[in-house]
């Protein structure tokens, strides 16, 4: 079965998390992907986090997976000539470094459109391109700090918290891949050839946050943090842990949705209590919803919580660890944990599912200069002349890289 972005050409020199993820979204579905290491200074990745037993680090096996690594130093001048026929034969360039790390090296945007006036160019950075903190230094951590979700996860009485996963680079992540396609079809119905697509790492956050600018500056409330509740007590939900030691989580989301819940717990008349009419007078007695949730869940087991909220058709989801997701019947039924054949590690499979053109989890990620002569075969390369740039230090191979 052929991907729907089985034509696109993505080089992508990034590093870390940000910009590399955008690439590896796109590749399950296809684009063909050139993940461009310098020799002998590999992308972090390869060793952050735990490594599976094959020695491979995890991390690396997810973000790399799919794309055919390229070992070049693209600031030695045959690297650069290198870099520049794969970018003329390329849709997208995505780079994550700090901005002005492209233009001191001689190829920053008008370079790279001069070489294919068609490539669309995601530029990651922490605080974007311009404005008085471009040159700031920033990681995710900062990002999730200005962008309010720091402040907004935690209890009132206490410290802002970051999440238990890098949300800022993986939003972004998710937003630069989203940015690329917008590019592409701008480019494809002929709007535009080739352009720069912006994107700083708090941008991400600050959007899919969403709700936090409007209700400052259209209600005059100032979001805080709310422990286990729903944001802003919008409507009755929030996590509590059953008589088994089991953690749930309830929500709802709309008034009827939330008299379900209701009814689960209390009955008709905490259901039809006039106060709970609409979630905006619900809002006004959420500590106590809150306080007859806790004490219903508390009090039972969850296959009971379970039972009783099923009979009413309301929501209440257990919170699950890595293992039970690994096992869970819908979450395997719908095949969201994948592998390929020869390597026992699992990774989250493609998303989201397609009808007719399915992502394809192909390969995971490879090692240093594993597909270094290939792709330097398909620009024109001879057997020669990738032995001299490798004997020059200009590329890397897998054999070099066995040798290290």
Known sequence: MVGPLENLRIVDPGHVIAGPLAASLLSDFGAKVVKVETPGRPDMMRDLGPTAIDGVGVW???LARNKQILGLDWKNEEGLKVLRKLVERSDVL???????????????????????PDLVILRVSGYGQDGPMRDTPAFGRAAEAMSGLAHLTGFADGSPMHP??????????LMGALGLMIALYARERGV?????????????????????VPAATGAGIAPIRNGLRQPMD??????????????VTVSAGSAETARRLLRAVGGDSLADDPRFASLHSMSQH???VFDTLNAYITARDFSEVQVEF?????????????????????????????????DPTHVVGPVPHFSITPGVLRWL????????????????????????LARTGCIETALEEERT
């Open 60 to 62: 690396w096996k997810t």
């Open 234 to 247: 919008f409507a009755p939900g929030g996590k509590f842990r059953t008589r088994d030691g089991i953690w």
């Open 365 to 388: 990620g490879r090692p240093r200069g594993a597909d270094t002569a290939a792709v330097l075969e398909a620009l024109g390369y001879d057997d020669v002349q990738i032995a001299d």
């Open 192 to 212: 535009v050839r080739g352009q720069v697509v912006d994107l700083a790492v708090f941008e991400a956050l600050l959007r899919l946050i969403d709700y936090h």
């Open 286 to 288: 959420m500590t106590e």
């Open 164 to 173: 238990g996963f890098p949300a800022a680079d993986s939003t972004t992540g």
């Open 310 to 342: 099923e009979r009413h058709d309301a929501v209440a989801a257990p919170v699950l660890s890595v293992e039970q997701i690994i096992d869970h019947p819908q979450i395997c039924h719908r095949g969201d944990i994948a592998s390929v054949e020869g």
């Open 94 to 116: 995505v780079e994550n470094f700090r901005p002005g790390v492209l233009e001191r090296a001689g190829i920053g945007p008008e370079v790279l459109h001069g070489w294919n």
